[in-house]
T-cell receptor
Framework: NAGVTQTPKFRILKIGQSMTLQCTQD?????MYWYRQDPGMGLKLIYY???????DKGEVPNGYNVSRSTTEDFPLRLELAAPSQTSVYFC????????????????FGEGSWLTVV | GENVEQHPSTLSVQEGDSAVIKCTYS??????FPWYKQELGKRPQLIID?????GEKKDQRIAVTLNKTAKHFSLHITETQPEDSAVYFC??????????FGRGTSLIVHP
């Protein structure tokens, strides 16, 4: 199992450019999440999905879009990049049910460091 | 929605001392409380969790306690070591299955 894989690991964008952060998981989890983490700060939820075809906004969705066409993939799109979007982005996944054992654990990807200049 | 408060934001201890990080939550329906450790430049990783039907759980030097009545839960690390230095996040998860994270505690263990 690779777990949660996200790409790219590092990226520098110019103001106004767009890009997509890719995320895929091989654990057949139904729930997937995108978080951003600013330096020295906590995790802020951008968007989440409870299953293929279903997405919903989190705490800080402005400037981002997502889609969930398959169980495995949950890409995050940044439109018209702004310096305020400079951050570390984490994709994560979990089971969203009363599954016993370790089913409730959230698994994070390694993170994508994004700088907007 | 759920609101999770975490204290302190920074905790500095000497090697061998104990460390305690406290979190409170607002949603009485929350039933799952994980703790994550994030080393510098790394992803958060689960270190211990507790469900609402249990009051305490231990795993070697770490333990978590839960007081459902008061809506707070705590992480206890005994005999701290320099490799325990990291940011620790608590989280609470309720009926929506979407976890809410605390703001994190930076633990510094001085040799």
């Amino acid at each position: 199992n690779a777990g949660v894989t996200q790409t790219p690991k590092f990226r520098i964008l110019k103001i106004g450019q767009s890009m997509t952060l890719q995320c895929t998981q091989d654990m057949n989890h139904n729930y997937m999440y995108w978080y951003r983490q600013d330096p020295g700060m906590g995790l802020k939820l951008i968007y989440y999905s409870v299953g293929a075809g279903i997405t919903d906004k989190g705490e800080v969705p402005n400037g981002y879009n997502v889609s969930r066409s398959t169980t495995e993939d949950f890409p995050l799109r940044l439109e018209l990049a702004a310096p305020s979007q400079t951050s570390v982005y984490f994709c994560a996944s979990s089971w969203g049910s009363r599954r016993v054992g370790t089913g409730n654990t959230i698994y994070f990807g390694e993170g994508s460091w994004l700088t907007v200049v | 929605g759920e609101n999770v408060e975490q204290h302190p934001s920074t905790l500095s201890v000497q090697e061998g001392d104990s460390a305690v990080i406290k979190c409170t939550y607002s949603d009485s329906a929350s039933n799952y409380f994980p703790w994550y450790k994030q080393e510098l430049g790394k992803r958060p990783q689960l270190i211990i969790d507790i469900r609402s039907n249990v009051g305490e759980k231990k795993d070697q030097r770490i333990a978590v306690t839960l007081n459902k009545t008061a809506k707070h839960f705590s992480l206890h690390i005994t005999e701290t070591q320099p490799e325990d230095s990291a940011v620790y996040f608590c989280a609470a998860r309720g009926g929506s299955y979407i976890p809410t994270f605390g703001r994190g505690t930076s633990l510094i263990v001085h040799p």
